[in-house]
């Protein structure tokens, strides 16, 4: 069975940071592309940034590059999101996703897997 569990979110104030993590388990290590999401009532699910387990590098949205880092510690199976800088509008539930296969990409659709969400507020 398939799980990925977030946690880390919490209140900050704006200018500050948070660092969440994403506990995979029951899945497939090669060729699995996870991302980060956020959601905000009433709009779509958004990708913040995604990481490939077999190049391991990660891309980003332009709204967050520069102030978020997408990292993956293969030994523990856990995906990390380092938010820095943070504002009014980065406010939202924030999801891990994963999906096995080549396509590796910001759409919400094609990913099979989700956790269930970490709440991340900022307060200005």
């Known amino acids: 069975q398939v799980r990925l569990m977030e946690s880390g979110g919490g209140s900050v104030q704006a200018g500050g940071s948070l660092r969440l993590s994403c506990v995979a388990s029951?899945?497939?290590?090669?060729?699995?592309?996870m991302a980060w999401f956020r959601q905000v009532p009433g709009k779509e699910r958004e990708a913040v940034g995604r990481?490939?387990?077999?190049?391991?590098?990660?891309y980003y949205v332009d709204s967050v590059r520069g102030r978020f880092t997408i990292s993956h510690d293969s030994a523990k199976d856990t995906m990390y999101l380092q938010m820095n800088s943070l504002n009014s509008e980065d406010s939202a539930v924030y999801y891990c996703a994963a999906r096995i296969g080549s396509w590796c990409g910001f759409a919400a659709g094609p990913y099979s897997y989700w956790g269930q969400g970490t709440q991340v507020t900022v307060s200005s």
């Open positions: 990481i490939s387990t077999d190049d391991r590098e990660p």
């Open positions: 029951g899945i497939t290590y090669a060729g699995r592309c």
